[in-house]
Nanobody, 124 residues
Framework: QVQLVESGGGLVQAGGSLRLSCAAS????????MGWFRQAPGKEREFVSA????????FYADSVKARFTISRDNPKNTVYLQMNSLKPEDTADYYC?????????????????WGQGTPVTVSS
């Protein structure tokens, strides 16, 4: 079993930055990819960013490209999401996910494990 724990969310003014972390634990953690999704109140969960675990290839939603950066620390089993130039429309609960395939990773069904989420609120 794999457990994912997100941290780093909070309240920030528009234009500010936050860095989310997702630490994974489990006896045999070896994902093919990890991703970040978000869900705003009253909206469906949407893809934000993903990274392949072995090669570190990043993928981004158009809405966050050039503002967010995903990275991973393999020995620490941790993935990060650096969020810069935050906008009020970035307000959401952010979820970390881990999956065992490296294709289709912009879709939530590619992931086997999910964290509990961390809230991000961007004030205008």
């Amino acid at each position: 079993q794999v457990q994912l724990v997100e941290s780093g969310g909070g309240l920030v003014q528009a234009g500010g930055s936050l860095r989310l972390s997702c630490a994974a634990s489990g006896r045999t953690f070896n994902p093919a990819a990890m991703g970040w999704f978000r869900q705003a109140p009253g909206k469906e969960r949407e893809f934000v960013s993903a990274i392949t675990w072995s090669s570190g290839s990043p993928f981004y939603a158009d809405s966050v490209k050039a503002r967010f950066t995903i990275s991973r620390d393999n020995p620490k089993n941790t993935v990060y999401l650096q969020m810069n130039s935050l906008k009020p429309e970035d307000t959401a609960d952010y979820y970390c996910a881990a999956g065992d395939r490296s294709y289709g990773i912009m879709w939530s069904h590619a992931y086997n494990y999910w964290g509990q989420g961390t809230p991000v609120t961007v004030s205008s």
